[in-house]
């Protein structure tokens, strides 16, 4: 990513861009730290142990229930959310699905192609990819402006990539995120706050994000609650291949750009 608005859903970005509501209050976004603010040396200590932990772990399936604010017949708010699954074997493979108010879709990437799919037109689109996780992000990125959500947790090394930006941050203690205690974080950057909850155990897990876009009308807000996490599950080459469903139609990427957007819904 290259934002980097830490973990900006094109969903979000597509409903923060129908947000004029005349019932909405404005907020001021920030412009930047606030005065005496710094990025708190425990803040960034569990975020550098949260990052290699995930770095060391070279397979792993999480579920994710997400919601987000989307705007309803352009009068007043409304919370939507999907439910997330992900396989992932580094460096190079990854299988996707999303189901939910705003998701019917499903990718894989088998270290040479990036095969999209809308379950709900049954129909696909397949990208030539480079040969690793981090430059498919980096070239969706870069090439597409697609940005998957949780894409930041996804990199070899998630730090730089979720601490980009960041102005200030800060330690808040340990509260409840998905049914465990966690160390929970709070950071800013230009126009956004995020915040993190990091598993206390002897797994230093992301069981929850939560983030306030302020340089959108009406702060618009995106948050996942990691639901489970499997670690160095066994996978086959097969949960990476795509199959195509009887009676797909394959499109031309040009056809199928809403659907390339939609991996991020």
Same mark, same amino acid.
């Given at each position: 990513?290259?934002?980097?608005?830490?973990?900006?859903?094109?969903?979000?970005?597509?409903?923060?861009?129908?947000?004029?509501?005349?019932?909405?209050?404005?907020?001021?976004?920030?412009?930047?730290?606030? &005065?005496?603010?710094?990025?708190?040396?425990?803040?960034?200590?569990?975020?550098?142990?949260?990052?290699? *932990?995930?770095?060391?772990?070279?397979? *792993? @399936?999480?579920?994710?229930?997400?919601?987000?604010?989307?705007?309803?017949?352009?009068?007043?708010?409304?919370? $939507?959310?999907?439910?997330? =699954? $992900?396989?992932?074997?580094?460096?190079?493979?990854?299988?996707?699905?999303?189901?939910?108010? =705003?998701?019917?879709?499903?990718?894989?990437?088998?270290?040479?192609?990036?095969?999209?799919?809308?379950?709900?037109?049954?129909?696909?689109?397949?990208?030539?990819?480079?040969?690793?996780?981090?430059?498919?992000?980096?070239?969706?990125?870069?090439?597409?402006?697609?940005?998957?959500?949780?894409?930041?947790?996804?990199?070899?090394?998630?730090?730089? @990539?979720?601490?980009?930006?960041? $102005?200030? #941050?800060?330690?808040? #203690?340990?509260?409840?995120?998905?049914?465990?205690?966690?160390?929970?974080?709070?950071? #800013?950057? &230009?126009?956004?706050?995020?915040?993190?909850?990091?598993?206390?155990?002897?797994?230093?897990?992301?069981?929850?994000?939560?983030?306030?876009?302020?340089?959108?009308? #009406?702060?618009?807000?995106?948050?996942?609650?990691?639901?489970?996490? @499997?670690?160095?599950p066994k996978v @086959?080459?097969?949960?990476?291949?795509?199959?195509?469903?009887?009676?797909?139609?394959?499109?031309?990427?040009?056809?199928?750009?809403?659907?390339?957007?939609?991996?991020?819904r």
């Amino acid at each position: 990513m290259s934002l980097r608005l830490p973990f900006l859903p094109a969903a979000l970005a597509a409903a923060a861009a129908l947000a004029p509501i005349a019932a909405f209050a404005q907020a001021e976004a920030p412009k930047g730290a606030p &005065e005496g603010h710094k990025i708190e040396a425990k803040a960034d200590e569990l975020m550098k142990q949260m990052s290699a *932990f995930l770095a060391r772990t070279k397979t *792993f @399936t999480l579920e994710a229930e997400e919601t987000f604010d989307a705007e309803f017949a352009r009068a007043y708010r409304i919370q $939507l959310s999907n439910v997330r =699954t $992900l396989t992932l074997e580094r460096p190079s493979r990854f299988a996707a699905t999303a189901i939910g108010d =705003t998701a019917h879709r499903a990718s894989w990437y088998d270290g040479k192609t990036l095969t999209v799919l809308s379950q709900k037109h049954n129909a696909y689109a397949v990208l030539d990819m480079p040969g690793t996780i981090d430059a498919v992000l980096d070239k969706l990125a870069a090439d597409y402006a697609v940005f998957l959500p949780l894409s930041d947790l996804l990199y070899g090394d998630p730090y730089p @990539t979720m601490m980009a930006d960041v $102005l200030y #941050g800060k330690y808040l #203690g340990v509260h409840q995120a998905a049914g465990v205690p966690c160390h929970h974080l709070s950071f #800013g950057q &230009e126009g956004v706050e995020w915040q993190i909850w990091i598993d206390s155990g002897k797994q230093p897990l992301p069981r929850k994000l939560a983030i306030a876009y302020w340089d959108q009308p #009406g702060v618009p807000q995106y948050q996942a609650v990691f639901r489970r996490w @499997t670690l160095e599950p066994k996978v @086959t080459a097969e949960q990476f291949a795509f199959k195509v469903p009887a009676g797909a139609k394959k499109v031309a990427l040009e056809d199928m750009a809403s659907t390339l957007l939609s991996v991020a819904r």
